[in-house]
Nanobody, 127 residues
Framework: QVQLVESGGGLVQAGGSLRLSCAAS????????MGWFRQAPGKERELVVA????????YYADSVKGRFTHSRDNTKSTVYLEMNSLKPEDTAVYYCAAAVTPYNRVYYRSPGAYEHWGQGTQVTVSS
């Protein structure tokens, strides 16, 4: 059974940084494409970054490009989202997700492509 557990959220001032973690069960990091999404109150869930199964190809939303960075540690079965220069509009619940895929170099931008989701972690950026 695939399990994803996010952590690292919190309250930070604008301009600050946070690092989110997503601990994954089993060996899914090597067999699933991954993604980070976020959802603010009253808004639809939106993609933050999509990562191919091989982690060789990534897609960042324009709103976070240059500020957020994805990484992963296969030995710890954990993926990370480093968030710098945070803005109040980054306030949301952040989710990591995993998508079954036979392809090494394909990422998925739609939430519907992901079968497995973590419980989410709240990020609040104060102005």
């Amino acid at each position: 059974q695939v399990q994803l557990v996010e952590s690292g959220g919190g309250l930070v001032q604008a301009g600050g940084s946070l690092r989110l973690s997503c601990a994954a069960s089993g060996h899914i990091l090597r067999t699933y494409a991954m993604g980070w999404f976020r959802q603010a109150p009253g808004k639809e869930r939106e993609l933050v970054v999509a990562i191919s199964r091989s982690a060789s190809i990534t897609y960042y939303a324009d709103s976070v490009k240059g500020r957020f960075t994805h990484s992963r540690d296969n030995t710890k079965s954990t993926v990370y989202l480093e968030m710098n220069s945070l803005k109040p509009e980054d306030t949301a619940v952040y989710y990591c997700a995993a998508a079954v895929t036979p392809y090494n170099r394909v990422y998925y931008r739609s939430p519907g492509a992901y079968e497995h989701w973590g419980q989410g972690t709240q990020v609040t950026v104060s102005s």
